[in-house]
């Protein structure tokens, strides 16, 4: 056996490949749960490194950050630490669909990070390049690295991000390389082929980093931060820092005819890229070539820390030549004596099927390999770090021979994603966005803590400082909810108040409860007359006004959870051939024979598995079952 | 397991020249050419596909009977799987003996509706279409078969579908403010939204409203004819049913007991009663006839009420006015041809003018415009719509249906409270699930032993 030949050069529990987002969240829930754990990356250098955007959050995903942080993951308490600036997303809109966004120092982000991670027991980093996975008989034993070295592992997670084979293209220029021009690892790719894992090609973009001393600002529109800063982890009791601004400004015809003209120039357009992109993040030559109607597209300027001068230029990102990608930038109002400090480039690499692993994140077909984040085809750094802990927490589950952390979508964003991804699958790199959750009214930012946090206690992952802090809340909220009902406020002590916000004056009196049923009302316009109002903390308001404005809302979100709930329950056994079942058509058979799903609601979410095709599965799961109880 | 052959007589029961049995599934075939020698080959299966082939039946050596037979091969075939029909004799004996000889032989009686539910399962038919089958079976009339056809051709389906996708426009135009709130994009305004809700709720009020004839289609429309003793009730009876049937005589109060008829007045099923006269009466009969006049005068969908041209009001005929007024009814003002008696001032003072009709019955005079005029009840204003809307007559689509306007109107409602695009969207999604409960596109739990328990024997 030529595996037996190999010098160890270390005994794990759980091995991470790569040191990104995903890879950060597996090797700390998995230390932190007590295995012990070695992460990889090429270069310690770029340990939680943010190639793309300078933000963490956003609409949907703002909603992962709370519920990793929920769970006991990091990104949450790291962003808190790094923040420049932060941002309640749609505000206007209701509370299901608020999301928090923080645009981070990227440095400070990295570097804290990577504090905590060296300060984790039973964590070791270091820095290699993995070149195989070493599996024999369908059972993971470990990685080897460039150096030759075999480090025996019980569990691997891969968390590759845009690392494999990656290729990175500017106008015509095409050249192999990792993210943010760092080495690319161009050899794993063939030690899962070997291992029969399917392999698939996407691309991503970024748009140029520019030098903030040759922008004038003046022709721009400021963007500001909250006054009042809500962070983004549980157990972060306030943010005092003094904000960065960003700023906005216009594309305009000149600048579309400049591209226009070049746009047989753009890697995009050339042929060059055979990977699939994300149609929701399109570069700027694609916008414009797809709503050639629109005169002007909107850009954002954003600082990349407080120890630079580099500026991200969001909406601006292209594969065009570096000479047409300044020339079109000094057409833009503001960047006219632009100076361009990196160039905007595209970048292709490898990545599996996630249809191939389990809702676990696990591979169906390969024991103890898991695989999270970029290289499972997700985008963005918060969806990386949401399949990195689950990967990180059900690696230690796995050891530890317990049931693995599955959420389904009425639980977790978390749930949703990773059932999108393994039962779905999808074409392009994934985003989270809140129209991909269905039960959203449940699944709120302000509510990660309730839904999750006593998972994560369960699972050795989240501490007993957060635990306290959420039966702290949740006390709080029954004696708020009790006072309110009790609270009952005399007309003339409300009248005046009610008067001055348009709101019909009551008779007598009325109790709070009442009153903050009124959409027009609201504890902070009702401080002044609710004077025996205890202490109260933000979180708490929020989840007590919620509750009692959103009832009938609420309770029907709830009731469609249970139709869910019902074909989430109605579990399909591992071992039907489907292709037995003669009722399903082909497509169908198929894909259910790859897919294994769990229960008659997964299967019903297959795309090629029809209404009719569930119908013919629930008839024979019923006949199955009575056969059985005859027996 | 879903495919063992199943065997069914697919013809009513009772006399009649020809009688069908079908069989269906892998053994189909094999066990016909067990039983079936043609004339003129050796085996069933030597001839070609959906070919009728002349022979018989075999028992052991023994022919039970002279036939035609059919083989079709699977999946172009009503349940996607290997049919074979045999066309034999009607009347009981021998279709008995020929299903008996055909389960002897390998095939299973099949249960009520599973040449549906087959076809169903295998993707041939949605739900809707599935349901219609069964309807299409138990139809009344010519006119409760088109509903049937109609939706066995997927036309609620395509409805269904058309609404749906209305519903995802207005869902994909409030996501998009919602998932990138800082893009260049106008939010979807409460006024477009509710302008979108609008046209779904007219959609499915049609609906709604047209099912309501759908169910008079299937069910029949309980039809009572009312009226003092006397006055023609019995004969007008006759001449819609065009058969003596009831007893008619000069005497009032012939009419002792109820009678109940199916009849069609252009493809409309009635139910029609020809009651005892209303009136006080000491005699027992008549008194027990009186009081089940009322029953069915109470359950009534629709109410002939003849009054007599050639005699004045009376107290009776008050009462009777009084007691309709609410209700949806026709007056037919009979007799026309006698000296006229009655005061028509006092008719005009209680009763509608549209809903009156002159005629003397028993010339057959005025029929023709009654028949019109219950025409025109059940299909109101909806008759032109008839002919773009799929009438609906299943009691699970319309509940489903009316799920979705209730749903339908609190979205509208929270709309106009202005409640924040996430609520909105909880109300827009139940309009869509039970919408798609209809076609079978939102898959519900119970679903499939709900349809299946309502399905009959046969097709």
């Known amino acids: 056996m030529v595996k037996k030949m190999i010098r160890s050069a270390g005994k794990f529990d759980v091995i991470v490949i790569g040191a990104g987002h995903a890879g950060v969240e597996a090797a700390l829930a998995a230390a932190r749960m007590g295995a012990k754990t070695i992460m990889f990356s090429i270069n310690l250098d770029s340990v939680a490194m943010m190639p793309c955007n300078p933000s963490i959050g956003g609409t949907g995903k703002g909603h992962l950050v709370r519920e990793i942080d929920a769970l006991g993951g990091e990104m949450g308490l790291n962003i808190d630490r790094s923040m420049i600036q932060c941002k309640m997303l749609n505000k206007t809109k209701g509370p299901a669909v608020h999301s928090l966004r923080a645009q981070a120092d990227k440095n400070k982000y990295h570097s804290e990070m990577k504090r905590v991670i060296e300060n984790t027991d039973n964590l070791f980093l270091r820095q290699a390049e993995v070149t195989d996975i070493v599996i024999e008989n369908k059972q993971v034993l470990g990685i080897k690295t460039s150096t030759g070295s075999f480090f025996e592992g019980k569990t691997v997670v891969l968390a590759s991000g845009t690392y494999l084979g990656g290729k990175v293209f500017i106008g015509n220029s095409v050249f192999s390389s990792g993210p943010n021009g760092l080495a690319p690892a161009n050899k794993l790719t063939e030690s899962l082929l070997e291992n029969e894992i399917s392999i698939r090609r996407f691309k991503t973009g970024t748009p140029a980093r520019i030098n903030k001393r040759t922008i004038n600002f003046e022709k721009m529109i400021e963007q500001y931060g909250d006054s009042d800063i809500e962070p983004f982890s549980f157990l972060t009791e306030k943010i005092d820092i003094e904000q960065e601004l960003c700023w906005l ?38 916008k414009i070539y797809r709503f050639a109607d629109k005169d002007r597209h909107q850009l954002f300027i954003e600082p990349e820390g407080l120890d630079t001068n580099e500026m991200y230029v969001q909406g601006m990102s292209t594969s065009l030549p570096e000479e047409i990608q300044i020339e079109f930038m000094k057409s833009i109002p503001g960047l006219e004596d632009v100076e361009m400090m990196r160039p905007a480039y595209a970048i292709e690499y490898d990545c599996i099927d996630p249809l191939q692993l389990n809702l676990s994140l696990e591979f169906k077909d390969i024991n103890g390999l898991f695989s999270a984040g970029q290289s499972n085809g997700s985008s963005g750094y918060e969806e990386a770090a949401a399949q990195g802990l689950i990967a990180g927490i059900n690696a230690v589950q796995k050891i530890k021979n317990e049931e693995p952390l599955i959420l389904d979508r009425s639980e977790a964003y978390i749930g949703v994603l990773i059932d999108d991804l393994v039962t779905k699958g999808t074409d392009e790199p994934y985003r989270m966005m809140t129209s991909r959750s269905e039960y959203r009214l449940i699944l709120r930012q302000d509510n990660a803590d309730i839904r999750l946090t006593r998972k994560g206690f369960a699972l050795g992952l989240a501490s007993a400082l957060r635990l306290e802090k959420l039966e702290e809340k949740e006390k709080s909220m029954v004696l708020e909810m009790e006072r309110l009902k009790e609270t009952k406020i005399r007309a003339e002590f409300i009248n005046p108040v009610l008067e001055k916000l348009n709101s019909t004056v009551v008779k007598d009196s009325m109790t709070m409860l009442d009153l903050l049923k009124r959409p027009e009302l609201n504890y902070e316009n009702l401080a002044a007359i609710d004077i025996d109002r205890p202490e109260l903390n933000r979180d708490v308001m929020k989840e007590c006004e919620i509750q009692i404005k959103y009832t009938g809302y609420i309770s029907k979100q709830l009731a469609q959870i249970n139709k869910f709930k019902a074909l989430e329950n109605k579990y399909l056994p591992q071992n039907i051939d489907y292709s037995q079942i003669d009722g399903l058509r082909l497509e169908a058979r198929q894909k259910l024979n790859d897919i294994k799903p769990l229960s008659i609601g997964q299967a019903s979410r297959i795309s090629g598995v029809s209404p009719a095709d569930i119908s013919v599965l629930m008839v024979y799961i019923e006949q199955m079952r009575r056969t059985n109880s005859n027996v | 397991m879903l495919n063992d052959t199943i065997v069914a007589i697919s013809t009513a029961l009772g006399e009649s020249a020809i009688g069908i049995i079908r069989m269906s599934g892998e053994d189909a075939i094999r066990i016909a050419n067990d039983v079936f020698r043609p004339k003129s080959k050796e085996k069933l299966m030597d001839f070609r596909n959906k070919e009728l082939v002349y022979g018989h039946i075999y028992n052991d050596n023994k022919i039970i009977d002279e036939v035609f037979a059919v083989y079709m091969k699977a999946p172009f075939t009503y349940t996607r799987e290997d049919i074979v029909e045999i066309n034999c004799h009607g009347g009981i004996i021998p279709l008995n003996q020929i299903l008996k000889l055909l389960m002897k032989n390998g095939a299973r009686m099949a249960e009520p509706g599973e040449f549906t539910k087959r076809a169903f399962l295998s993707g041939r038919l949605d739900l809707a279409q599935a349901e219609s089958v069964m309807d299409l079976i138990s139809a009344k009339t010519p006119k409760g078969f088109d509903v049937a056809f109609n939706q066995l051709e997927g036309r609620l389906s395509l409805k269904v579908k058309e609404m749906r996708n209305e519903i995802v426009t207005i869902m994909a135009s409030i996501e998009v403010g919602i998932d990138y709130p800082e893009e260049d994009i106008e939010d979807v305004t ?270």
């Open chain 1, 249 to 286: 400004s216009y594309t305009n015809t000149s600048t579309h005819n400049i591209i226009n003209q070049n746009i047989h120039l753009s890697a995009m357009f050339s042929g060059n890229i055979e990977g699939v992109g994300p149609r929701y993040c399109p570069s700027i030559e694609d």
């Open chain 2, 190 to 459: 409460f006024d477009e939204i509710k302008n979108h809700l609008e046209s779904i709720k007219n959609k499915i009020l049609d609906l709604i409203n047209n099912s309501q004839t759908g169910k008079v289609l299937r069910d029949g429309l309980n039809t009572v004819i009312v009226g003092k003793p006397n006055v023609g009730k019995s004969s007008l009876m006759n001449a819609l049913l065009r058969e003596a049937r009831a007893i008619v005589t000069d005497i009032p109060g012939t009419t002792r007991d109820v009678i109940e008829e199916h009849i069609n007045i252009k493809g409309i099923p009635l139910k029609i009663v020809d009651t005892a006269g209303i009136r006080d009466t000491d005699d027992i009969i008549e008194k027990m006839g009186v009081e089940r006049s009322k029953d069915y005068f109470n359950r009534a969908d629709l109410i002939i009420f003849v009054l007599n041209a050639a005699e004045e009001l009376t107290k009776d005929d008050i009462d009777i006015i009084d007691l309709i007024k609410d209700r949806n009814t026709i007056v037919l003002i009979n007799k026309t041809d006698l000296p006229q008696l009655i005061d028509m001032d006092v008719i005009n003072k209680y009763i509608r003018n549209d809903i009156i009709i002159r005629g003397a019955i028993t010339l057959e005079h005025g029929l023709d415009q009654l028949e019109d005029k219950i025409v025109e009840m059940v299909y109101g204003d909806k008759i032109k719509k008839i002919n773009e809307n799929p009438i609906i007559s299943n009691v699970r689509h319309i509940n489903a249906l009316e799920m979705a306007y209730e749903q339908t109107m609190d979205a509208i409602k929270s709309v106009e409270n202005k409640m924040p695009y996430d609520f909105i969207e909880v109300d827009i999604k139940n309009i869509y699930d039970y919408l798609g409960e209809i076609s079978g596109e939102t898959i519900e739990e119970d679903v499939i032993k709900k349809i299946f328990s309502n399905f009959c024997l046969g097709k």
